[in-house]
């Protein structure tokens, strides 16, 4: 295991605003990480941090680090196949691919970890497609013992999970993946890839979706009036983005998200933010 002290998070979100952890766990196995659970009374679990705004004055005490806790990809036949939470979506994409399985290539332009597109339950579009249509059952660490969950178990819904409100932690996944020749499934990808070079905004650091629920419409017009706070701005481009221009802070990242809501109240449109935000 390795262990950092005032570890500076803006490094680890894909937004890159973010206050210290005084104590940063990378655990390297599960028992490791069962360990630390065990021993630590007050933590927060950091996957790829693409879907993440933290506090940048806050200090975190423990934070733990999954990127090295469960890198595995086993064939288990047919299909099916078991994934560890630290493997990148990418990989197991091309795994799947190569073995003749596909069905979740548009989920490649997605900068995360398996255990944070499980817990987000991460999806393209208007649920098109969908990573929990794939899962068959998921493991857990639960009060310091590991745990399967049926996908049943899991209430998987539009960009969420049972893991928003309790205390498990992903470990992995069995999927099962249907047939699919390597010519459609790298159609697929690069369909995709090329319609984020036309479509989405990377001229600033994102997370991606801002909101899981909105009025586009909405959102497309604040962004054209030119709705910002310091270095942060609702992107132009890519409707429903936030963008961190360089030297952003949390607290204009919050001051942008606050009219956005308060747009949406006001006009009685829903707005249901998508972000996780850390701000203690």
């Known amino acids: 295991m390795k262990i950092k002290s005032n570890e500076d998070l803006s490094r680890h979100t894909t937004v890159k605003i973010g206050g210290i952890a005084d104590n940063y766990y990378i655990p390297e196995s599960v028992d490791e990480l069962i360990q630390l659970t065990c021993e630590l009374c007050d933590y927060k679990i950091l996957s790829a941090g693409s879907n993440l705004l933290i506090n940048d004055k806050i200090h ?30 990418q990989k197991l994409i091309s795994v799947i691919n190569k073995d003749g399985y596909g069905g979740i290539e548009e989920l490649v332009s997605v900068p995360a970890m398996i255990g944070g597109m499980i817990y987000m339950n991460a999806s393209i579009g208007n649920d098109v497609v ?17 745990m399967s969950l049926s996908k049943e178990e899991c209430g998987f819904e539009h960009r969420a999970s049972r893991f928003h409100s309790d205390d498990s932690i992903i470990i992995g996944a069995e999927f099962q993946f249907p047939e699919q020749s390597f010519e459609i499934s790298e159609k697929r990808r690069k369909t995709r890839l090329e319609a984020c070079k036309q479509k989405l905004d990377f001229s600033g650091y994102n997370f991606g979706s801002l909101f899981k629920q909105c009025d586009y419409m909405l959102m497309s017009r604040l962004a054209r009036l030119g709705v910002k706070s310091g270095r942060v701005s609702l992107s132009h481009k890519t409707t429903n983005w936030l963008l961190n221009n360089g030297g952003g802070t949390y607290k204009q990242a919050m001051s942008v998200i606050k009219i956005c809501m308060l747009s949406h109240k006001l006009l009685r449109k829903k707005a249901e933010l998508e972000v996780c935000v850390w701000d203690k």
Do not use: T
């Open 130 to 146: 969908v990573l929990s249509d794939h899962i068959v059952r998921v493991d857990v660490i639960c009060q310091g013992k590991r």
């Open 60 to 89: 975190i005490k423990n934070v733990i680090y999954m990127g090295e806790v469960c890198k595995d990809i086993r064939n288990m036949g047919n299909g099916r196949y078991y994934c560890g939470a630290s493997v990148r979506i």
